[in-house]
């Protein structure tokens, strides 16, 4: 059985790299072949943002191949697996989410429609990816929050139980 583990620990020695193949190759881990996935092992221990990364991966998955991994806590799930590591708690959901985006999902894809490419196969080739701090401390997107163009915008958008901005906006 394959697993994918979400840990946190260090990576040194920046390599950036395409890490996806596209055939079956020896010395590759299967992510999704064959109409099966691998396990997304979360350490139970681990910092709640490992989990949530690890469910939106497996969503991610999902979007891209129509099978979605199970995602869990127990280590009977370990077999042959690949690590996605990062500094800290955010490093690793940064980790993450790069593979997403080498497996075909954008960072838009919700935000902007941005279409997903359909695979039957992925693999992950052998070997220690890392890709540095990111350029930005946090990333989001936020609504031009000015006075001026904010108000006529909220008072015809508010969220009704909140009679404001709320998430329902």
Not at 41 to 61: C, K, P, Q, T
């Amino acid at each position: 059985m394959s697993c994918l583990i979400l840990w946190l620990l260090l990576l040194c020695q920046p390599i950036q790299s395409q890490i996806l193949i596209n055939s079956n190759p020896q010395n590759a881990f299967p992510l999704v072949t064959a109409g099966k996935a691998a396990v997304i092992y979360v350490d139970a221990n681990d910092f709640a943002v490992a989990g949530i990364a690890a469910r939106l991966f497996a969503e991610d998955v999902f979007n891209v191949t129509g099978i979605k991994p199970i995602v869990t806590h127990s280590e009977k799930a370990l077999g042959q697996y690949a690590v996605i590591v990062g500094s800290d708690r955010r490093g690793t959901a940064y980790g993450v989410f790069e593979l997403s985006e080498q497996i075909g999902v954008s960072p838009w894809y919700w935000w902007a429609d941005v279409p997903i490419a359909k695979k039957e196969n992925i693999f992950i080739k052998d070997g220690i990816y890392s890709f540095g701090p990111p350029d930005v401390k946090y990333r989001g997107i936020f609504i031009n929050d000015e006075d001026w163009g904010l108000n006529s915008w909220v008072a015809e958008t508010f969220d009704p139980e909140q009679k404001d901005i709320g998430p329902k906006t």
